[in-house]
Every structure is written in C-alpha cells, then in structure tokens.
C-alpha cells in the first residue's frame, strides 16, 4: 500500500513539474522519481524506506534500530540518509524536516525545520558542514549541530545530492530550473550559474577533476559536459530518453542508463559513445551505477541487476522479485538491493546473484 502511495505522490509531483515546465523533454518511460535510499558503513546498512529509516546488520539481514521508533504523520523518507564523522546520521524527509540522529542507536539529537518543502536527495556531509537540498528550491546550509549558515537560491526543485571536491572551496548542486549553481561553501556567495540546459537535472554532477570538468545528464535527453571554473559547455550528447542517475566515472569512461533501458559508455574526454546497449528492453535504468572490481553493476526496472565489463559485455544478470530503482550498494563481498513491490524491501546477493538474506521489517 505505501509503494502504492509513493508512486501516485510522485506521479503528482512529475505532472505538476511538467505543468510548470520545469522539465525539457519527453520520455518513453514512466517511473517514480522517489524510491528507497541506502547508506553503508561498517557494520551497518542505513535503508530509507517509506515511513523509517532502518539500521541493518549487513551480515546477516537483522534489524538494529528504526526510526522514529513511532509513525510521525506526515512523514517518509527515501534520500539515502548521511553519515557525518562525529557519529550523527543526518535523514531527510517528506515531511520537510532533517533529523540528526545518532548513528550506532538511532535516538534523535536535533531538527532542522526551516524547509517549505519535501527532501528528496541525500544531503552532502563535510568535515564542517551540511548541505540540504530541498524541493522549495533552496539549498541549505547548517554547522553539524543543526544551525542554519547560509541558503542558496535556486528557481526549481532541487531533487539530487550536492557535491564537491577536495581542493575547491565550493558545492556544486543541480535544480529542476535547467540550471547548474556553484557556491562558496563558506558563505554561500554564487560562483557561477550555467546557462539553461534544456531539460531539469535531478542528479549529482560527476565531476572529473583530472580534466577540470563537470558531467550532468538531463531530462531534456542529454548528456552535457561543462568546464569546471566557468560553467561553459564543452560537449554535450543526445540520449534516447531522460537522464535521471549521475553517469559513473571510471579511467576516462562515462557509464549511466536511460529512462528507456538504454545503457552507455562514453568518453568523457568529448562525450565520444564508446558503446550502447539495452540489456532490458525498455526497462528505465534510473540508478547511479557502481564499480566492484572490474565490473560496472546497475539495476533495472524490470526486476534485474545486471553487472558489465568496460567493453560493454554482460558478464552477469540478477533476478530479484521487485522493481529496481535505487543504486546498488557493495558491502563485504554482499551487492545491496532496494526493492519496491516485492515481499522485502532489501536483498543481500552474493557474487553469483544468490540471496545471502532478506530484510523485512518486523510489525511492531
């Protein structure tokens, strides 16, 4: 029932995004824009996924802890949830609320309530800071105690995670708006703002730091590479449907699907297509795809995982009972899968795609 309820929520939110032409383009695909959100590390797996946020063993499938404890009205979560070094799990919610809770017991230790809008995107964590993009349009800024330092302003809903890089003191985020926005991470202060990319950018931007360059797929069906310093565009490369994941970087090579099950490799040196495949016959591709060794993995709507070499072939294909929407998630020799409509709402997989365990909640 709640998977019912989050695809007609967003479902909503998609159309009245189109009424207001916050999107360019069209897509042969239909999908939800919000699904569960994972987070890995050390012994635990955080899962976002409808009205908790579960802590989970990822030896053997057990739940630790949820929260909040109680349904809270009004409140779901589906950004994957972010882990600061003091400790703290930093989780958003539709209810347009961010929690920081402790991250080994999941009790709660403050709020931001600023937002007029939901959160759909994981927060950027620093060493200093955080930042929460929300859907009003702003990106915020707090000190790791929860204090607002500064807002961006952005004209659309900013629905994807921001990022940055170590020898820039500066964020990058992306808006439905068409535009890409870098700011001082200090102060907030705009750097530089791209011009209008044709199509809303609900992803990360990979960045490509070795040749200084910024790389966002679109819902206008492109992939566009901007100079880093200045926002100019460098190259820019037609899909056949909507770009929702951030493209995977790895040794000059761009990797990311397509809302109409189309997967690429391109160069990223001149967006050169090295190869294009459609493993699932019009299966929208919407996660970010993973490195493991020597194997790209990514999963499909249509209930399937599949894991490819640099040169394009399918060296593996995971069934699990679920559509597939979040990105996998590599833990201690186990690949993590985030389901939606199956009878779990998390799968462990081996390395040969056979189920380590399950994870569905207990009724409490």
């Known amino acids: 029932m709640r998977s019912k309820t989050l695809l007609i929520t967003l479902t909503l939110l998609i159309f009245a995004s189109l009424l207001s032409g916050c999107f360019g383009g069209s897509s042969g695909a239909t999908v939800a824009s919000s699904w569960p959100g994972l987070t890995a590390d050390g012994g635990l797996v ?18 630790q802890w949820r929260f909040p404890a109680e349904v809270l009205k009004g409140a779901e979560f589906y950004a994957p949830p972010a882990l600061t070094q003091d400790g703290q799990l930093i989780i958003a919610s539709f209810n347009h609320t ?15 309530e600023d937002a007029e809008d939901r959160y759909i995107a994981k927060p950027l964590v620093t060493d200093t800071a955080i930042y929460a993009p929300s859907s009003d349009g702003n990106l915020y800024a707090l000190d790791l105690n929860g204090k607002r330092l500064w807002t961006l302003k952005t ?23 068409h535009h890409v926005y ?10 530089w703002k791209s011009d209008d990319l044709g199509g809303s950018i609900i992803s990360s931007p990979t960045l490509d730091e070795q040749d200084m360059r910024l790389v966002v797929g679109t819902f206008g069906k492109e992939v566009i590479a901007l100079n880093l310093q200045d926002g100019a565009v460098e190259w820019r490369v037609p899909t056949d449907g909507w770009v929702w994941s951030s493209p995977l970087l790895v040794d000059g090579a761009l990797y990311f699907g397509d809302g109409v099950g189309n997967f690429y490799s391109l160069s990223a040196a001149d967006g050169s297509q090295n190869w294009k495949i459609q493993p699932s016959l019009g299966s929208p591709i919407v996660g970010t795809p993973i490195l493991v060794d020597a194997t790209i993995y990514f999963t499909t709507e249509k209930q399937a995982v599949y894991g490819v070499n640099a040169e394009g072939g399918i060296v593996s294909t995971f069934n699990v009972e679920a559509k597939l929407y979040s990105s996998p998630v590599w833990v201690d020799g186990k690949l993590l899968v985030a389901e939606m409509g199956g009878d779990a ?5 081996n390395e040969n795609g056979a189920p380590q365990w399950l994870f569905t909640p207990s009724t409490k």
């Open 345 to 349: 709402l998390l799968t462990a997989l």
């Open 98 to 112: 961010l929690y920081s809770v402790d991250a080994a017991t999941g009790v709660q230790k403050w709020v931001f």
């Open 155 to 177: 004209e659309g809903a900013i629905w994807a995670p921001p990022t940055t890089y170590a020898d820039c003191e500066c964020v990058y985020v992306t808006s439905m708006d």
């Open 182 to 191: 870098v700011a001082d991470s200090d102060t907030g202060r705009l750097l």
């Open 46 to 63: 955080y899962l976002a996924s409808g009205q908790h946020v579960y802590a989970i063993d990822h030896t053997n499938g057990t739940e």
